[in-house]
């Protein structure tokens, strides 16, 4: 009985999907299937995948790897510092994926951009009290997004960072 109220109940779902289907957006619709919002899926760093619409949104910055390596990357307006590393496959591991349960995407932010940013949340203190070679402008690269006023921005990778891997093992971003 369960089974057929169940199926009757799924039939008129889809009936009213497929009725719907004329006025739904390319967007909406999965694999024939209306989705259940209507906003565009961003996935972790996805806005940071996307280039510049405009010159105006243009932020540069350099990243300082650990082997004294520049890389000069052309961020945007919005990017936060972890997925913007990733995209440019720069060292900075982000292994719980920008949630603030860990300290991997630790980076030393260079003195003349230290008042720009924010002053740290309770959580981003805690999870910096876990990494290692703690300085005074150490931050979380997850919690560093770029505004226009950090144009020249130059973050320093730590020598080395916390992480349960031992055997050299290094995390690639999903």
Do not use: W
């Amino acid at each position: 009985m369960a089974s057929l109220l169940m199926r009757s109940v799924l039939g008129s779902s889809l009936r009213l999907s497929l009725a719907r289907r004329t006025t739904i957006t390319a967007n909406n619709i999965v694999n024939g299937v209306r989705a259940l919002h209507n906003s565009p899926c961003l996935r972790h760093g996805g806005y940071e995948m996307k280039d510049p619409k405009s010159p105006d949104e243009i932020v540069n910055i350099t990243y300082v790897a650990r082997d004294g390596t520049e890389h000069k990357i052309a961020g945007k307006i919005g990017d936060n510092v972890l997925y913007l590393a990733h995209r440019y496959e720069i060292d900075l591991e982000g292994a719980c994926e920008a949630s603030l349960a860990c300290s991997t995407c630790h980076v030393y932010v260079h003195d003349d951009y230290m008042d720009m940013l924010p002053e740290p949340e309770e959580e981003e203190d805690d999870m910096l009290d876990l990494a290692a070679c703690l300085k005074e402008n150490s931050r979380l690269g997850c919690q560093i997004i770029l505004k226009k006023e950090m144009e020249g921005m130059v973050l320093t990778l730590p020598p080395i960072t916390r992480n349960f891997y031992v055997d050299g093992h290094v995390p690639k971003p999903h």
